[in-house]
């Protein structure tokens, strides 16, 4: 009898979790902290190898008390947007231009491939030499980082469009803008925003590979700095904040495309 109400406990608690979908994360991070704890104690390693989490929740208050935490966030937060802004818009109009113009594209496809084949951080340093170690060097490394996976998307997106509905658009004596606005774009727009997802979390990769080479401010100065004073709780501090930023980002990003792309047949990512 103990036995079928476990069970019975346990299905329920399942089919509570699969319904309301916010309780598996809730639950994955739970699982995540006690496993940490765990191998904290069991390994009984000095704080600056792995601080338990109880160090990094203490030193998040005082970071968050003085101010640091907030005023470094806040700076990486704002290199996250301008990249993700200035990267997606010019690789939209950039990837509408060579679905438009395959000469172009040809022309143009050896240094658009190039510039991903080299990573981030080996060209992040040149930046900082050009351009200095400002703002500017991490909005560029971080817009660089995000315009490939939108422009490749983009062109994806114009190119999936029906042959068909651009004849009809032609029928009605619609002109280019009206074909892009009322045909191509709605039609690529899923496609797009799904570039902007995977962008949303590279430009954090960007923003931060930009700070580690050389600032004096950001989530990435932060991890610079624990590294130099051995706080390995800042450090751990600084990565969950990161990857929060791109979490949050991919929600954001994700909440839009609910709203926008209403008109489909909403699947469940």
């Excluded at 000469?103 to 200095?132: D, H, R, Y």
């Excluded at 004596?173 to 997802?197: F, I, N």
Aim: charged letters at 15%; proline letters at 5%; aromatic letters at 14%.
């Amino acid at each position: 009898m103990t036995q079928n109400t476990n069970n019975r406990l346990k299905g329920a608690f399942w089919q509570i979790a699969l319904q309301q979908q916010w309780l598996l994360p809730v639950f994955s991070l739970l699982l995540f902290l006690a496993i940490w704890q765990l191998l904290y104690l069991a390994l009984d390693l000095p704080p600056f190898i792995l601080p338990g989490p109880s160090m990094v929740w203490a030193k998040f208050i005082e970071v968050f008390k003085n101010g640091l935490w907030w005023r470094n966030l806040s700076y990486t937060l704002l290199e996250l947007l301008l990249g993700l802004l200035i990267g997606s818009l010019s690789a939209a109009v950039l990837g509408y231009i060579l679905s438009k113009t395959p000469v172009l594209e040809k022309l143009l496809s050896p240094f658009l491939v190039a510039s991903q084949s080299v990573p981030v951080v080996a060209i992040a340093p040149l930046i900082i030499i050009w351009f200095g170690p400002g703002l500017f060097s991490k909005v560029f490394i971080c817009a660089l980082t995000v315009f490939f996976p939108v422009l490749v998307n983009v062109l994806v997106g114009i190119r999936e469009v029906s042959q068909d509905l651009r004849e009809l658009m032609h029928s009605f004596k619609a002109d280019r803008w009206q074909t892009l606005r009322y045909l191509e774009l709605p039609a690529a727009l899923p496609v797009l925003l799904g570039g902007m997802r995977v962008g949303a979390t590279l430009s954090v990769i960007g923003a931060i590979v930009g700070e580690l080479v050389g600032s004096d401010r950001g989530l990435g100065y932060l991890i610079n700095l624990g590294r130099g004073q051995y706080d390995t709780a800042l450090v751990f501090v600084a990565v969950f904040s990161l990857i929060f930023l791109a979490a949050g980002l991919y929600g954001i990003v994700l909440f839009f495309e609910r709203r926008v792309l209403k008109w489909q047949t909403w699947r469940e990512v």
